[in-house]
């Protein structure tokens, strides 16, 4: 009887080293996805204020070609808004009779 409670004894053992090994790897693979969650979140960060650097330099860009053009302030705001549209602006020069004005 007592070889019996031994070898119970020595496979609880293992059963208690298996048991650990397995939630020492369950807890490296739950900080490893926090971390891949982190970097995602910073990464996804990082671009959102790229972009938003981006669109106020193309923004800017805009701005100095309404400079450029001499556009008034009411013809810098169409401008803007076209080219928030996707479409740009130019000013035309029309050549009429005098009788016409």
């Not at 009887?1 to 693979?29: P, R, T």
């Not at 193309?58 to 400079?67: A, D, G, N, T």
């Amino acid at each position: 009887m007592e070889i019996k409670y031994i070898k119970v004894a020595v496979q609880k053992d293992k059963y208690d080293k298996v048991s650990k090994a397995i939630e020492e790897i369950a807890l490296v693979v739950a900080v490893d996805e926090t971390v891949d969650d982190m970097i995602a979140e910073e990464l996804a960060e990082k671009e959102k204020l790229a972009k938003d650097l981006h669109d106020t330099v193309e923004m800017v860009q805009q701005l100095w070609q309404c400079i450029i053009n001499k556009y008034t302030y009411n013809e810098s705001k169409i401008h803007i808004q076209a080219y928030k549209d996707g479409k740009t602006t130019a000013k035309r020069l029309v050549v009429i009779d005098k009788e016409d004005v």
